[in-house]
């Protein structure tokens, strides 16, 4: 099993309550988790979702 599995971004999208869509903007805007391209599809790897969160948690909190 892999330790640092890859997201679909319905899967991203899902966890944050929010639109494929709007994960595709996050990204091409810079603002979102880094995705990674292979083929056709982008997915996020789990610990790139978590250094996200961790990043817009501090800056909610002053800490960044």
Do not use: N
């Not at 640092?4 to 999208?13: G, H, K, M, N, Y």
């Not at 944050?16 to 056709?40: E, L, N």
Request: with cysteine.
């Amino acid at each position: 099993m892999d330790k640092d599995p890859f997201r679909t971004s319905e899967e991203v999208a899902a966890r944050y309550c929010t639109s494929p869509s709007t994960v595709r903007y996050w990204r091409h805007a810079g603002i979102g988790p880094r995705g990674v391209k292979i083929g056709r599809k982008v997915l996020y790897r789990e610990s790139e979702l978590q250094r996200w969160e961790s990043e817009r948690e501090a800056m909610e909190s002053g800490a960044a």
